[in-house]
């Protein structure tokens, strides 16, 4: 958890702008949480109006004098349309802000990154391969997209709609939602040691994505010498190897992942079935009537579903977070080489150097004790093999 609040915490500043749009996203987020309790929540009087029972009173509102003025069933239709309404609209505003926040934090990104990258010397480029650092701007900023644009709002509405039902649970049956939300502490060991494998799969896959990219940009830029040298079938077989790993990647990331459902699934069945044993009992003895018990088990499977997504979204951030250090690798690399606070004046009749080094590694000098002078109106010309430091100069 911690780390998702590191992620969230890098972020939040390229929010800045958006603060409007965000909060009314958060409210849109809680209207459709509010609406999704409200729907189990009327599961119970909806059954008793059907069955020609008076819906028991709650402590929102008593059914009694809708009775006698013969609107009950109006009030139903109106209630239901009502919350499914209020989601359906809360649903609709919050994708729509949170895909504008997140699609502008995106192109903010994708702007700092390439501003930094020019802004590093020559020698970030002789280390990094360009189609790396196209992944990194495109790839990488694309997968935190999802994050940054639906998985805040996507948490808050799960956790608030989760909250929600579980109340409602308790008001139907105390007993059984204690037999219910032990469930939720057993599924969270071993989804955890899921996740962890997942963030070590999410890395090597980014990886893997940028070598194929490195390639593909390697072929595509060479092209004419791969033909002129009959080369196809050698960067073909190069490039089958590459995809071929990260084929293999992948699948062992999805082998993983989903494992995570059929768990959620199976612990499910398991608390489902000790529910309808003891409501089964409650029922022979008048202890619980079939309508309780329904809104019960449609409130159960209603947080069911919300859980899920949470499980899936913390999955899902694995990637983001393996993405958002790969891109931080690069934005907190600094300048080696810095411009210098001296003004020139002219007139500038000469440009001399004297006992100069320069290295880009700690054990390689590109020039070493170097001096030369350059004089105006006079041509000079840089001669040497490759590697000799030339473009150094």
């Known amino acids: ?17 958006h603060y409007a749009s965000f909060a009314i996203a958060i409210c849109a987020s809680l209207v459709v949480a509010a609406c999704t309790a409200g729907i189990t929540y009327l599961l119970e009087p909806l059954l008793d109006t059907l069955s020609g029972k008076t819906p028991r009173a709650n402590p929102l509102f008593s059914f009694d004098e ?48 390439l501003s930094h990258m020019l802004s590093l010397e020559m020698a970030f480029f002789n280390k990094m391969r360009g189609g ?124 993983v992942g989903e ?45 069911y579903t919300p859980l899920k997504r949470l499980v899936n979204l913390y999955a899902q951030m694995q990637s983001a977070i393996v993405a958002s250090d790969r891109i931080f690798e690069i934005l907190n690399q600094k300048q080696q080489i810095h411009d210098g606070t001296l003004r020139l004046n002219p007139p500038i009749n000469e440009i001399t150097l004297k006992d100069v080094h320069f290295h880009y590694n700690a054990d390689v000098y590109a020039l070493n004790g170097v001096s030369i002078t350059f004089a105006k109106n006079k041509i000079t010309a840089l001669v040497g093999k490759s590697g000799s430091g030339k473009s150094s100069i």
């Not at 003025?69 to 802000?97: D, E, H």
């Not at 032990?182 to 040691?193: F, S």
């Not at 044993?277 to 619980?288: E, G, T």
């Open 1 to 17: 958890m911690r780390t998702i609040l590191d992620f969230f915490k890098k972020f939040f500043p390229y929010i800045k702008g």
């Open 66 to 113: 809708l009775v006698q003025n013969g609107s009950l069933a109006l009030t139903m239709v109106s209630m239901i349309v009502g919350v499914y309404f209020g989601k359906s609209v809360g649903t609709y505003i919050q994708a729509y802000f949170m895909n504008l926040i997140g699609q502008d934090i995106v192109r903010q990104m994708r702007d700092r990154m």
């Open 132 to 255: 790396e650092l196209i992944a990194r701007i495109t790839n990488d900023i694309g997968i935190i997209r999802s994050a940054v644009s639906n998985y805040i709002t996507e948490f808050i509405r799960e956790s608030v709609t989760i909250i929600g039902l579980v109340a409602i649970t308790i008001y139907q049956s105390p007993k059984y939602a204690f037999v219910c939300l032990v469930v939720i502490p057993l599924a969270m060991i071993p989804i955890n040691l899921i996740i962890k494998k997942i963030k070590k799969y999410s890395r090597t896959i980014q990886e893997k994505n940028a070598d194929i990219t490195s390639k593909l940009n390697e072929i595509f830029n060479n092209v004419e010498v791969i033909k002129a040298s009959n080369g196809e079938k050698v960067e073909y077989q190069s490039f089958y190897t590459q995809n071929m790993q990260f084929f293999k990647i992948n699948m062992k990331a999805v082998r």
């Open 259 to 303: 494992l995570t459902t059929p768990i959620m699934e199976l612990l499910g069945a398991i608390m489902l079935g000790c529910v309808v044993y003891m409501a089964i009992i409650d029922i022979s003895q008048n202890k619980l009537s079939v309508a309780q018990f329904s809104s019960f088990v449609g409130a159960l499977f209603f947080i």
